[in-house]
């Protein structure tokens, strides 16, 4: 069963919209922070993409963290691949196109926008990744 | 003539997605200015002639641009054609949808996937239909302003139902 976790956090703007996360939100946030410097401490090489997913006996998280700081997080099981290019395809086709070209949309709050949810659906129904499961 | 008129077209259309959309976030960006600038007035209604205007100037001056192959036009209604056509594609990358009119001055354009509004709802959702007027109004103004330069004095108003849907209303004043 696939769970997706979407939080939207940017640096100048990170306190604002921390503030009216949730809490298991804010704690999963801290987690990937950690994980992230974390990574990038004790890598013996140049990271250069640093923190990409983790994995326990039950599930894998899969992370995505665009140039501009957004961080798209996805909770799979174990077996599924290519989550990674599945959140490229989220941030390209959907975020970029239901939310920053939607001039009602405010970029440091949370997306309210019912289309984008659909969207979001939508593409997550349609990938060989949520098919190949449902079976 | 016509032939180089859609050449040009095309390379519009192929020049890529940046030149899109830089005006569009410009648009929202002039939206948003024109908001702050204007309080809102006695019905509570949002102060939008000033984003009308500059549609208007905007039109003014494109229709220039666009009708400078073309020869003139027969009557009104060839006007209106050439909007619906030309004008609406190399704006909006696609042509209107359906054109009425009662003959005695009323057209209705209706889009119903407006560029500036395929990116905010579907027809399943009502959200945000209460903002969508503001998303509207520059284009009024361009309507009414390419037709000004045109010489059709008229007013433009627009309706939207079910987005992305959304009808131009041209009244042209006679005088």
Known sequence: KKQMAHSTTQSPIEKATLYVLSSEAKLMYGMLFSIK????????????????????????????????????????????????????????????????????????????SELFKLKVDELFKKSPLFLSRSI | MRQQIIDTKINLHASGEADECLFEYLHAEMVNYALSKSCKNKEGEEELSRLEWMGFSVGYRIIERLTREWNRFKDELDMIKFICTDFWSSLYHKQIDNLRTNHHGVYVLQDNSFRLLNKVGTNSNKQYLQETPRLLSFTCGLLRGSLANLGIISTVNAEISTLPSCKFHVQVQRI
Do not use: M, W
């Open chain 1, 37 to 112: 410097s974390f990574v990038s401490k004790i890598s013996p090489l140049d990271p250069k993409e640093g923190f990409l997913y983790y994995k326990t006996s039950k599930y894998t998280l899969h992370y995505l963290e665009t140039p501009s700081g957004l961080k798209f997080v996805l909770n799979t099981d174990n077996v599924t691949q290519n989550a990674r290019e599945l959140l490229q395809q989220l941030y390209r086709e959907v975020y970029l196109e239901y939310v920053v070209k939607n001039p009602l949309c405010q970029l440091n709050e949370p997306i309210q």
